[in-house]
């Protein structure tokens, strides 16, 4: 006979749902997998082969076919082990096969016949239960991860004979350990508070500025200056994620192998090496596709320090993510899709020395290696970068002069503010598939009745007939200001103040 079940197979964060179908004949005994399976799961019919023989359940003797439907659809991994295993031994009579063709089976099995934990199940049941199916059997170390998605009946088994059990087979029930996940290690919210921050103003203000909007953000100054202090503040401006995108954020983290103890609610922090390969990035792999930094950043903060040491092909890897939010994989075989509405952070010194501007120390670079040095960031990539500000070293008359760290704006009020914005510009922006100013294209505050007067716009429209800032700056320009008016809590459109301050921000580094 021929008895079915179900599990997922995923490529990127989408998954599509494959019928296991398990066939026994009277023939030459062996065990075949069809389908398009790769290597490791090819390898599949020795693992349940030895997991069923130490647990009690062997299979038959005979010819063994299972088919994996599509049958064109790649498939990878060890996932659909125990769907394998239930779906031969439900042809073999152990189990009814009515009880398992709409269930969803999870998990790979170890050769002692115990269930290990999975990378990638909270997807994978989210894409199934997209599909309509609302029944699942995971691993036990599964379980914190597989109960995050509502409105589906999930069982966790320990074993390939408890989930036989469950399905109605007539077997004793034998304890045996779990196999679990790593303790997922809480992450600090950030590294410090804003308070910490001396000194640079602007620079402060601007990553309010950043947060409220969600507006990606460019620092250049010499080493000291504090620019990976304040990249590492802007998390604890951030409010927390919203339910949609905690759920998406933590299935990236499942995707990504990370332990999970429950949702994502705080933005995420990723700050990669700049030896960092363009796979490393945004993701990548030649059969299995895995989330990058940019994705795992999703809906949080991706900071890159000493930009200009990436590779330019590297880095030119986030153009298309930054205009689209969406980071699209292209392979011979399949495409695949994760999230990327992150917040870029570049950090640059001006020059390979870092010493050119300042005022104690000569810079021993020539004109042409700091041309090269600055040019590895390219003029489409920095284009799509909102506030690019020049950070300078704090003096100890500036430091004097900000006082201590009670009289400086604290991350609570920071964020109090920010979150005031966002509010305003929800409010906006309802009835709109935009969340933040920094979504929204360009052409809708040039229309309608969000269009400005002449006489507001009246700087950027010169620097723009001028030819020093793009039509995508002029745009990018226009959003920062709707957000600086949120901040000071106007309801009405931005002032020429407001355009003049986020023109500033833009152009602070060229200054």
Not at 383 to 390: A, I, S, T, Y
Not at 477 to 491: E, H, K, N, P, S
């Amino acid at each position: 006979m021929v008895a079915r079940t179900l599990s997922v197979a995923l490529l990127g964060m989408t998954g599509a749902v494959v019928e296991v179908e398990a066939h026994i004949a009277s023939a030459i005994p062996g065990f075949q997998i069809i389908g398009l399976p790769d290597t490791a799961l090819s390898d599949a019919k020795d693992r349940v082969k030895a997991a069923a023989a130490n647990d009690g359940c062997a299979l038959p003797a005979k010819k063994i076919v299972v088919n994996l439907s599509p049958a064109s659809l790649p498939k990878h991994g060890s996932a659909f082990d125990l769907a394998i295993a239930v779906a031969v031994l439900a042809a073999d009579g152990g189990v009814s096969a009515e009880n398992i063709a709409t269930v969803v089976h999870l998990g790979e099995l170890s050769l002692d016949g115990r269930v290990r934990p999975m990378s990638g199940v909270l997807p994978a049941i989210v894409a199934a239960r997209q599909a309509g199916y609302t029944r699942f059997v995971v691993p036990r170390g599964n379980e914190d991860e597989a109960r995050l998605v509502p409105g589906v009946e999930v069982v966790t088994v320990r074993s390939l004979r408890d989930a036989l059990i469950h399905h109605g087979a007539e077997l004793e029930p034998v304890p045996v350990e779990p196999l679990l996940q790593p303790v997922a290690v809480p992450l600090a919210e950030s590294a410090g508070d804003l308070a910490d921050v001396a000194g640079n103003p602007d620079a402060v203000e601007s990553l309010v500025v950043a947060a409220a909007g969600g507006h990606h953000l460019f620092l250049l100054g010499p080493p000291g200056a504090g620019k990976t202090m304040l990249a590492q503040r802007l998390p604890g401006l951030l409010p927390d994620l919203d339910p949609e995108q905690a759920l998406m954020a933590t299935s990236v983290s499942s995707l990504a192998g990370r332990p999970l103890s429950g949702l994502v609610v705080r933005p995420p922090w990723e700050s990669p090496h700049h030896t960092s390969s363009a796979a490393a990035l945004v993701g990548g792999g030649s059969k299995l596709i895995r989330p990058g930094a940019a994705a795992r950043a999703a809906f949080g903060v991706l900071f890159l320090d000493e930009a200009p040491e990436f590779p330019s092909s590297v880095l030119d890897t986030l153009r298309q993510p930054l205009e689209s939010g969406t980071i699209t994989i292209h392979r011979a075989n399949a495409i695949a899709h994760f999230p990327g509405r992150f917040q870029l952070v570049m950090a640059a010194n001006p020059c390979p020395c870092g010493q050119f501007g300042t005022s104690d120390i000569a810079c021993t670079c020539t004109p042409m290696a700091r041309r090269r040095y600055l040019a590895r960031l390219s003029g489409p990539l920095l284009d799509r970068v909102d506030l690019q500000l020049r950070v300078n070293r704090v003096t100890t008359a500036e430091m004097r002069l900000t006082g201590d760290t009670t009289e400086r704006p604290s991350t609570a009020v920071a964020r109090a503010r920010v979150e005031n914005a966002r509010a305003v510009a929800r409010h906006r922006l309802t009835g709109t598939p935009w969340k933040t100013n920094a979504e929204v294209p360009g052409a809708w505050f040039r229309s309608g009745a969000r269009r400005l007067p002449p006489a507001t716009v009246a700087s950027i429209d010169r620097a723009l007939e001028r030819g020093s800032l793009t039509m995508r700056g002029y745009d990018r320009v226009l959003r920062v200001a709707w957000t600086i008016a949120d901040l000071d809590g106007a309801d009405a459109a931005p002032t020429a103040d407001h355009i003049g301050w986020a023109l500033y921000l833009r152009r602070s580094v060229a200054a």
